[in-house]
Each structure stands twice: as C-alpha cells, then as structure tokens.
C-alpha cells in the first residue's frame, strides 16, 4: 500500500481482516497480526498466533457469516502506532449444512464499536490488539 495515507492503509487492512475471517482465510488472518498479537472476541483475550488460530478453528464451517464494517476513523497516530475506532454489525445463518447465497435470515446478529490497534512491523502496519464491544444485540427468533 505504497503511498496510501494512515488511514487508508488501516481501513483497508480492517477491511480485509474481516473478509478473511467470512471466507475462513485464517492464515491471511494470521498475517496481518503481529505474533504475540491480542484478538479479544466473544468475551476472551486471545494472546498469539496459536490461541488465535485454536479458536478460530472452532467456529462451525457451515455457516455464512458477513461482517459490515462503517464510520473509521484514526482516533490516534503517533510516530509506529495508530488506533483505529469503527463500527461493525455481523449477520449470520448457520443451517448445519453449507447452503448457496442468498440465505434469509431474520436479523443481524449483533452491533459492535471495533477498536483496532496497530503498530509498524516488517515495514507494514500490522494488529496488535483488537476489541469487539458488543453495543446493541438483536432479538433472535424462537
């Protein structure tokens, strides 16, 4: 991302952080954190690529997962650090069974301010801690 200002090269590693996380591109995820990195998800503070990697290959292989990320902004930058803040909202359908788009769901799954650390490593910006707050959770159907 040559030439690309903080901000830009930020929201676009955010972008696709979460893309590989829908696709199960987990060694991408991998790639884009430093190694002693923390990933604090689902009420835990997952320290490194192992215990990431543990927890991501639990999740269910069946379902259609889409993380909606919106309103980044750099809320600090100094000299090899920058934090960035946005918001995300996840939508889910998980049958037990892989199925083709589009699958109906009832409503997303939750709404979370995302706030993003990330240090210069290997001449790249790269997630040195992440945390998911959950701000508003959706009714599910019975």
Same mark, same amino acid.
């Given at each position: 991302?040559?030439?690309? #200002?903080?901000?830009?090269?930020?929201?676009? $590693?955010?972008?696709? /952080?979460?893309?590989?996380?829908?696709?199960?591109?987990?060694?991408?995820?991998?790639?884009m954190m430093l190694p002693d990195a923390v990933w604090h998800r689902?009420?835990?503070?997952? &320290?490194?690529? %192992? &215990? @990431?990697?543990?927890?991501?290959?639990?999740? #269910?292989?069946?379902?259609? @997962?889409?993380?909606? $990320?919106?309103?980044p902004f750099v809320a600090e930058e100094s000299g090899d650090s %920058? !934090?960035?803040i946005a918001y995300m909202i996840g939508y889910k359908c998980d049958?037990?069974? *892989?199925?083709? %788009? =589009?699958? +109906? $769901?009832?409503?997303?799954? !939750? /709404?979370?301010?995302?706030?993003?650390? /990330? *240090?210069?490593?290997?001449?790249?910006?790269?997630? %040195?801690?992440? !945390?998911? +707050? =959950?701000? /508003?959770?959706?009714?599910? =159907? #019975?």
């Amino acid at each position: 991302m040559s030439g690309a #200002s903080t901000f830009e090269s930020l929201v676009q $590693i955010t972008h696709r /952080f979460f893309w590989c996380l829908d696709e199960f591109r987990y060694q991408d995820i991998l790639s884009m954190m430093l190694p002693d990195a923390v990933w604090h998800r689902q009420g835990r503070a997952l &320290q490194g690529h %192992a &215990q @990431i990697l543990a927890a991501l290959n639990e999740r #269910s292989n069946t379902q259609r @997962i889409r993380h909606v $990320i919106t309103n980044p902004f750099v809320a600090e930058e100094s000299g090899d650090s %920058a !934090r960035l803040i946005a918001y995300m909202i996840g939508y889910k359908c998980d049958e037990g069974v *892989k199925q083709a %788009a =589009p699958q +109906t $769901i009832d409503n997303a799954l !939750r /709404f979370l301010l995302v706030e993003t650390h /990330f *240090k210069r490593g290997e001449g790249r910006w790269l997630i %040195a801690q992440q !945390r998911g +707050t =959950p701000e /508003f959770e959706f009714r599910q =159907p #019975s």
